[in-house]
């Protein structure tokens, strides 16, 4: 092992020699460049596409290409890059914090995106990082990516200075609820994940008048982000159990909507009252829904659901229920009810979670005898063209919920359905031979049958 790492590291200085002899024949040799004459945009997208490192190096090819390296408009400073510079200490000889401010310091002119990650275990303090930060503040940044593998430290105030930011994304810091978000007037996009907004202080108001797009991910202390966003039209919500989720959804322009909790209620604490009916009467532009069992089964436990809604959910085009699980009556139950008060519904996207440890044969036996009732759904679903359900298992309950989507969709173009990893070649081809049996009342339905991806 240690002579191929030996002759590794020979064969790798031999090949930057050979490098720095053929750059300097290029350079010695050569009546013009020929690179050196192709637009100014074109050598700037070959820039970007290489790694950061080399992209600087570029400034020895000749006189003409010494700084064209510093008006580049992506800078990506990337797990890979910090990981290999960190190994030097932050601000030793090739210190990785030492390069970048290196970098940020002669680059000239404005950055249309910025991509930082802050490796582990390698820093004396997280002060080390907040002058490159505020470098980085410094730069029109355009689109800012920040993240931070060192622990979950506070997000520096300098960063909501970026005054031309249009997207940002953060990974594990703690964002004061003081920070206020001021600056970000023109942000477009916002993307946090395992964000501590910080549990003893009370949520002061952010706006962001030009947010359209809001992603919040194993978030922590949610209910301090109060947030203010009127262009607001896509929100997602994942595993962020103390969401205030009536809160973020005061959205009037609000279309696309995914909430997620990934885990079993019995995981979380919730903070508010929340039902199928409160939900969906705070989205009355909603076109595409997404959720998963698990915030069906909370959704069912907060209050009973009722057969139909005040309001039929006139606008909802796409719907998606993950990690759904057909043996449980609670999530049937509110499935049935979406599907009921969505009369413009066209796509159902399923994927089915596998049998779980609690789930009995007596929930199997109710959800079947529900699903064979002669109203469990009573509604033709007349604009229903495409069903899709993943990782399907054939159970009872299963099929007998399938036979009810084939019966009730006269529009049905078609209906793909995916096998489980677990089924065998016998069982998916019983399944595929039960589903083609159930009625159709469209006559155009295609089935569609696929075998688990590897």
Known sequence: ???????????????????????????????????????????????????????????????????????????VFDEQFSKKYAKNTAFGHNGFIRIINHVLILHNGPISK??????????????????????????SVAELTLTNSDGCYELPSCISSCSKLKKLQLENFIIKPLL?????SNLENLYLKNIDFGANSCGALVTLPQLRKLFLETCTNVYNFNIKANNL??????????????????????????????????????????????LLSNLPKVILLLMDGYFLKYLMSADEIPKWLP????????????????????????ALCLLRNSPN???????????????????VEAASNHLESLDCLDKTLNRLQ??????????????????????????????????????????RLNIAMDVMRFPRASPKAELIFLNPKP
């Open 311 to 334: 309001c039929a959910v006139d606008t909802l085009n796409h719907l998606y229920l993950g990690t759904f699980q057909f043996s449980d009556l609670d999530q049937v139950y509110a």
């Open 180 to 184: 206020k978000f001021e600056g970000f």
């Open 1 to 75: 092992m240690v002579m191929s790492s030996s002759v590794y590291l020979i064969a790798l200085v031999l090949f930057e020699i050979s490098v720095l002899i053929f750059l300097d024949f290029i350079t010695e040799y050569c009546s013009w460049d020929r690179m050196s004459n192709l637009p100014q945009h074109l050598i700037g997208s070959i820039l970007e596409r290489l790694p950061i490192e080399d992209a600087v190096r570029t400034s020895i090819l000749s006189k003409s290409w010494t700084h064209r390296w510093t008006t580049m408009t992506t800078l």
């Open 386 to 427: 495409t069903v899709t359900i993943k990782s399907f298992e054939g159970s009872r309950p299963a099929l007998l919920f399938t036979k009810l989507l084939l019966a009730y969709s006269p529009s049905l173009v078609k209906l793909t359905i995916e096998s489980s990893g677990t089924s065998d070649a016998h069982q």
């Open 233 to 278: 039209d896509t929100l997602v919500v994942d595993s962020c159990p103390d969401a205030m989720l009536l809160r973020l959804l005061d959205a009037p322009c609000l279309n696309m909507v995914g909430i997620c909790f990934t885990k079993p209620l019995k995981d979380f604490v919730p903070v508010e009252r929340m039902n199928l009916t409160r």
């Open 345 to 363: 519904l066209e796509r159902l996207f399923m994927s089915q979670s596998l049998r779980e440890p609690h789930v009995t044969d007596c929930d």
């Open 114 to 139: 910025l991509s930082l990650y802050i490796p582990r275990r390698h820093l004396d303090s997280f002060q080390e990082v907040y002058q490159m930060l505020l470098l980085i503040s410094r730069k």
